[in-house]
C-alpha cells in the first residue's frame, strides 16, 4: 500500500523532471528543496520531519538535499 503523503504527490511531467534533474547537486533550504519537487515548502517539510524523503537537517536549521538522492527516492516511487 503506498504511503498516502505519497498519493498527493503531483505527477513527474517534464517541467518537473527539468526541475530535479538540472541545477547544482546541493539543494539549500526548504524553498529549493520544493521548487525542484514540485510540491510545497510546507510538504518538504513534513517529508523531512518524517523521513518519507531524503531531506536532511544536519545542524537543526538549514535542510538540504541531494539532486541525485531526489532523484533515486522519486524513481522508487513508482
Do not use: C
Not at 519537487?37 to 538549514?62: K, M, N
Amino acid at each position: 500500500m503506498r504511503d498516502q503523503s505519497m498519493m498527493n504527490h503531483p505527477p513527474l511531467d517534464p517541467e518537473r523532471f527539468d526541475a530535479i534533474t538540472s541545477g547544482p547537486e546541493k539543494l539549500w533550504g526548504l524553498p529549493a528543496i520544493s521548487k525542484a519537487l514540485g510540491v510545497s515548502v510546507d510538504t518538504v517539510r513534513r517529508w523531512a520531519r518524517h523521513g518519507r524523503a531524503p531531506i536532511y537537517r544536519p545542524d537543526g536549521e538549514r535542510y538540504f538535499a541531494l539532486r541525485s538522492e531526489l532523484n533515486a527516492w522519486l524513481r522508487g516511487m513508482r
